[in-house]
């Protein structure tokens, strides 16, 4: 009996070891490709950066006082493509939330998109969403555009803001 558990115990170890590192890791389908490392910036203090994997889409905008106009480049074929705009601290979106709604465009192509919004008095943000199927992958880029950039924010973050001992602001955080 001993003899017989002993070589379904070895049967069983055999199986686990023969299965191990042949299965190959699936990746989530919302994961991007991998994002090349940026090239280190004099002004940043050489540090290097990565970017989020994220749409191959480039969007740009120019705002005014209640309306923005913002250009989305496709650098890549997409389908499916929905462009969302919201507001944060306070400014309000008055025009269409989703001025696209799946579309298609071709590599190289661009959309044109007007927005308009009511911004406080204070710093505020209009964000944007560009999210479509790229090369069979759902992907998506969010951007957000500064409103009343020298104006103070309505949010104000917590803790004391000192200088350190390299000369940059840091941001002093008390005890609970």
């Known amino acids: 009996m001993k003899r017989g558990n002993e070589m379904r115990v070895l049967w069983m170890l055999a199986c686990v070891v023969a299965g191990c590192g042949t299965v190959d890791r699936k990746e989530p389908d919302h994961v991007g490709p991998e994002a090349p490392l940026a090239e280190p910036k004099a002004e940043e203090g050489g540090e290097v950066r990565t970017q989020k994997p994220g749409a191959p889409v480039k969007v740009e905008g120019k705002l005014g006082a209640s309306s923005a ?24 979106v008055t025009s269409a939330k989703e001025p ?19 911004a406080p008095a204070t710093r505020a943000d209009l964000a944007v969403r560009v999210r479509g199927t790229f090369d069979g992958r759902v992907r998506e880029r969010v951007q957000s555009f500064t409103v009343n ?28």
Request: aromatic share 6%.
């Open 100 to 118: 696209v709604q799946n579309r298609r465009f071709g590599q190289g192509e661009k959309v044109s998109v007007e927005v308009s919004f009511t």
């Open 149 to 176: 950039a020298g104006a103070p924010s309505l949010t104000q973050p917590p803790g004391e803001i000192r200088t350190g001992p390299d000369g940059k602001p840091v941001r002093v955080m008390k005890p609970e």
């Open 69 to 92: 106009a913002l250009t989305v480049d496709f650098e890549e074929a997409a389908s499916d493509v929905t462009v969302e705009v919201w507001g944060v601290d306070g400014l309000v």
